[in-house]
């Protein structure tokens, strides 16, 4: 029997294109930021992990759009 693994994906849109986006797999909501190498780190939840890609923006940076891929 196999097993079959969902991986969902929201990217993060500010004004001027791709800031981020948020991965849901077993071990939470893993956030990755644009341009970056390593992940941001592992959240246990959709809004936590929305937070944490808002606060690594530029001070006075307008909370971006995620939209599910």
């Known amino acids: 029997m196999s097993e079959t ?4 994906i ?3 849109y500010g004004p001027n294109g ?4 948020i991965q849901k797999d ?10 970056k190498d390593e992940p941001l780190g592992v959240y ?3 809004e936590i992990a929305k ?3 808002h606060s690594h923006l530029k ?11």
């Open 5 to 8: 693994v969902t991986r969902r």
């Open 10 to 12: 929201w990217v993060a």
């Open 18 to 21: 791709v800031v981020g986006k």
């Open 26 to 35: 077993a071990d939470g909501y893993r956030v990755h930021m644009a341009g």
């Open 44 to 46: 246990p939840s959709m």
């Open 51 to 53: 937070n944490a890609v």
């Open 59 to 69: 001070p006075g940076s307008e909370r971006p759009e995620f939209r599910e891929h």
